[in-house]
């Protein structure tokens, strides 16, 4: 009886632990936008590599469009263990640092070489936040160009006084009331209900944007400028991370790099691609005038006087940093 007790015993330890040996580790993840944007194509890619780097040890649940966790709710999210993985867009947090809009302001980085220049004298600073508050940024993807959405042409900015302007960050906010509208920040969620309600008339925002929320049935003109690359990145759990083999630690950060990469030819294509989706709903798209162009620049210098007057001197240093970089 003892043999046969301390056998069933074996073969349940056994079982036990060859179910251990082969389970796999489930992560959630949460985005804001739909399923089509180039960003959520991009991440379902470093899903579907860090899936295959772990040899079925790590699962990826990706929640897109809003569906788990509202955009601005993710980054809390992930660094109170509810989810493991998301995306955010800096430009959200511009209230508790300048840092998180500095790509925001007017021609600081209007190009994607200057982006990325952008990002990576920002990246100390980035690491240094979310690390101390347990979280890691592994990769970051940059707004294609933006524009005007209106329903009017557009010449020379004269036009703007007093019209009710979605916007989606302080600085943007900002660019906004310098340019006469009545700014509004709102959610990409919130942003087809607030053109019925009557909450807002125009919009500051990229392509891409414009057509996920299908701005046609809205307004009828696009105004495309560039003038800034905002970020979005994607946040991991520090927690969640270090519980992992060292081996697929570095295959999540190596996916994360690629992923950096990609978005940025992405993101390139999407101005292009997103350009001809409004054309095709039957806006009409046009690149901002020189007067307009003029009248951005001048806003630029001065919001970027205001910013280093607002910012921390290591912020500052960040800024000083890009500019060398850049020239």
Do not use: C
Not at 113 to 137: H, S
Not at 236 to 249: F, G, H, V, Y
């Amino acid at each position: 009886m003892n043999y046969l007790k301390t056998l069933g015993a074996a073969v349940v330890a056994a079982v036990t632990f060859g179910n251990i040996a082969t389970a796999e580790t489930t992560w959630v993840m949460a985005s804001g936008y739909p399923d089509d944007s180039f960003f959520t194509q991009n991440i379902r890619t470093f899903i579907e590599e860090v899936e295959a780097a772990s040899d079925g040890e790590l699962k990826i649940d990706l929640r897109s469009n809003g569906e788990l966790i509202k955009l601005d709710a993710i980054r809390r999210a992930v660094q109170a263990g509810q989810i493991q993985l998301g995306e955010i867009r800096f430009g959200v947090y511009g209230n508790e640092s300048p840092m998180f809009t500095l790509d925001s302001l007017p021609n600081v980085a209007g190009n994607y070489d200057d982006a990325w220049k952008l990002m990576e004298a920002q990246k100390p600073w980035f690491d240094k936040v979310f690390g101390d508050a347990g979280m890691q940024v592994i990769s970051y993807a940059p707004w294609p160009g933006q524009g005007f959405y209106t329903k009017f042409d557009v010449t020379d900015g004269s036009q703007f006084e007093g019209v009710k302007l979605r916007i989606y960050s302080p600085a943007t906010q900002r660019m906004g009331e310098l340019l006469g509208f009545q700014a509004t920040i709102l959610p990409f969620a919130e942003v087809p209900q607030a053109f019925s309600t009557g909450l807002i008339e125009a919009l500051f925002t990229s392509g891409q944007t414009g057509t996920d929320i299908q701005a046609w049935d809205y307004v009828s003109n696009f105004t495309y400028t560039g003038s800034m690359h905002n970020k979005n990145a994607i946040i991991i759990s520090e927690r969640a991370l270090s519980a992992l083999s060292p081996e697929l630690q570095e295959a999540i950060i190596a996916a994360g790099e690629r992923a950096t990469e990609r978005a940025w030819e992405l993101s390139k294509e999407a101005t292009e691609t997103k350009r001809q989706e409004l054309i095709d709903a039957g806006m009409v798209v046009t690149d901002a005038s020189p007067e307009l162009q003029a009248k951005l620049e001048e806003i630029g210098k001065a919001m970027v006087e205001e910013w280093s007057a607002s910012a921390s001197p290591e912020e500052v240093e960040v800024l000083n940093n890009y500019l060398a970089a850049k020239n």
